[in-house]
């Protein structure tokens, strides 16, 4: 199984509203990640949660908040975000610390902000 | 920072054609990863190298990790029109915590 699930698949929302991104992963992986992407860009790196614990934050807004609860689960938090945040979120795992690891993407959570 | 360039940014082929694509990097890498990525979907894995030479096979797909640790090669023989998408390159770095990723070959099929 190499799969890692994203909810919701598409999800609109205002500039004051409050909602969460989630993911889910079963393959045991031990570093989770957070994604951006823009339309026709590569992946652009958020967060990284390494043995549950936030190990990169590349600078991101504070309108941006990860939680990861446990081994196999990461949110997403979103709060007053803007237009220019509309984009596809990706969620990721792979083993850490090898130098030799997999990526694994979910399918992704289309975000667009009214 | 590391950073990975990837040739060309697009290509328009016919059905049925092979195609290849690199990717080069300044830096030394132990691991390269090509993905494929349709629209509003997340990259999808399709070869994963880990060895200077390294020649591997993933049905129509053979990538091959260049000798010097500094470039990778994708090709796709005879391309149907499901190939259509983004190809990226990517390499973890930072002790395997981060993935850099290449800005893609977009390729397009024309029946």
């Known amino acids: 199984d190499t799969e890692v699930t994203q909810t919701p698949k598409h999800l609109v929302m205002g500039m004051t509203n409050k909602k969460s991104l989630k993911c889910e992963q079963h393959?045991?992986?031990?570093?989770m990640y957070w994604y951006k992407q823009k339309a026709k860009k590569p992946p652009e790196l958020m967060f990284v949660?390494?043995?549950?614990?936030?190990?990169i934050n590349e600078s991101v807004p504070s309108r941006f908040s990860p939680e990861c609860p446990n081994s196999s689960l990461l949110n997403l938090h979103l709060h007053a975000l803007q237009p220019e945040d509309s984009a596809l979120y990706l969620c990721?795992?792979?083993?850490?610390?090898?130098?030799?690891?997999?990526?694994?993407f979910g399918s992704g959570t289309q975000l667009s902000v009214l | 920072g590391q950073q990975l360039n990837q040739s060309p940014q697009s290509m328009f082929i016919q059905e049925g054609e092979d195609v290849s694509m690199n990717c080069t990097s300044s830096?030394?890498?132990?691991?390269w990863l090509w993905y494929k990525q349709d629209p509003g979907e997340g990259p999808v894995l399709l070869i994963a190298?880990?060895?200077?030479?390294e020649l591997t096979s993933n049905g129509r797909l053979t990538a091959q990790f260049g000798i010097t640790r500094k470039d990778s090669f994708l090709n796709i023989s005879a391309s149907i029109p499901s190939d259509v998408g983004i190809y990226f390159c990517?390499?973890?770095?930072?002790?395997?915590?981060?993935?850099?990723f290449g800005p893609g070959t977009r390729l397009s099929v024309l029946p």
């Open positions: 990721a795992s792979s083993h850490p610390g090898t130098g030799m690891g997999k990526l694994f």
């Open positions: 830096s030394i890498f132990n691991t």
């Open positions: 393959m045991g992986h031990r570093a």
């Open positions: 190298l880990y060895k200077a030479g």
């Open positions: 949660y390494s043995y549950e614990k936030l190990s």
């Open positions: 990517a390499g973890p770095y930072n002790y395997g915590q981060n993935f850099v």
